[in-house]
């Protein structure tokens, strides 16, 4: 038994979605996820909002961004080796765990706990 290269696996379409018609790979896949969490973020920081009844951005905004940012570069990088999405979701890796970092050191680790 031979088994195919890395990358040809993950650009191969994924066996179980072959009854739905749908072609997707496993970097596409990590492509549409990190995706959805990347733009998810905003839905959290409306919900958040609207129940302080002020804008509220929560420590879990910055983890989506950062780990929908990652999703989506590694996406780029590896998947479709696209110059203009690596540099599209480049920065926001970097300006997310910054934020993520100053909101730990200003408010500690504990912020989003009930009581803090």
């Known amino acids: 038994m031979i088994l195919a290269p890395a990358t040809d696996v ?3 379409p994924i066996a179980w979605l072959a009854w739905t018609g749908i072609y997707m790979s496993p970097w596409k896949l990590i492509g549409l996820v990190g995706a959805l ?3 998810g973020r ?3 920081q409306f919900i958040a909002s609207k129940r302080h009844g002020k804008p509220v951005i929560p420590r879990a905004f910055w983890y989506m961004s950062i780990v929908g940012s990652l999703m989506t570069l590694s996406y780029f990088v ?3 080796n696209d110059s203009v999405g690596i540099l599209q979701n480049l920065f926001p890796s970097f300006t997310a765990c910054y934020s993520l970092y100053l909101d730990i050191k ?3 680790w504990h912020r989003d706990r009930a009581g803090h």
Do not use: E
Request: charged letters at 15%; proline letters at 0%; aromatic letters at 20%.
């Open 42 to 44: 905003w839905l959290l």
């Open 37 to 39: 969490m990347f733009g």
């Open 106 to 108: 200003h408010r500690g």
């Open 10 to 12: 993950m650009n191969s």
């Open 78 to 80: 590896f998947g479709k």
